[in-house]
Structure formats: C-alpha cells, structure tokens
C-alpha cells in the first residue's frame, strides 16, 4: 500500500492534488465518469443512472469534463440529434481510481456507522 507521508511537503504535490480536486470535485463529477464507465453514453442513459441529477447540472458538468479532456462528445452524422459520450485514453486510468474511492467510502460508512 502507498504511504502519504514525505519528509517535506512539496508545493508541486500540494499544487497537483488542488488541480485534480478542482478537475473531478464537485458532487456530480465522479458518479457521471463512473456512469459512462459503465456502458452509459447517451445524455438520457447518464441522466437515469444518477439520481436526483438534473438536466442543467448533468450538461454542465458534461461540458466541463469535455474542457479537461476526460471524455468526448461524439455526434451522428447522419442523426445529429444522436449524442454520445466516451472516455478518452488519458481518463481511462480514472477506473481504478474510482472503485478505489467507491470502497474506501463503503469502508468509512462502515466506520462511521459503527464509530470504530
């Protein structure tokens, strides 16, 4: 298991961790990647999976993942109404990622719940 501890605390790492926060943050952010990750690519297929989503924030939220290169927004030529969105190879590492976060935070319900 990686260890989080330095001798020195690095501006460069502390400056890195604000970035990544600031490109996945958010409420909406993370369970919409690990939509798509999940076969959903269609706006509508997005939208279901997430409860309580709204239309305005899934769009937001679609767009900005599309500025930080995370995913790509793929219209049908011969059926532009047609929209899907795909992860980008640079995102693809965000998997493991994810199911890390996702059982961490089982994990800390578990803690939390049973104090200890």
Not at 30 to 49: A, Q, T, V
Not at 51 to 57: A, D, E, L, S, V
Request: charged letters at 30%; aromatic letters at 8%.
């Amino acid at each position: 298991m990686k260890q989080c501890v330095k001798t020195t605390i690095d501006a460069q790492d502390i400056k890195a961790l604000q970035d990544t926060i600031y490109v996945i943050g958010g409420k909406w952010k993370l369970p919409i990647i690990y939509s798509i990750c999940n076969g959903n690519k269609r706006f509508s297929d997005i939208e279901k999976s997430i409860p309580t989503i709204t239309k305005r924030m899934l769009s937001l939220n679609l767009k900005e993942l599309e500025a930080n290169k995370l995913i790509t927004r793929k219209v049908d030529i011969d059926f532009p109404s047609i929209i899907e969105y795909e992860f980008t190879e640079y995102a693809k590492e965000y998997g493991a990622l994810i199911t890390d976060m996702i059982e961490w935070g089982k994990k800390h319900k578990r803690i939390v719940i049973n104090k200890g």
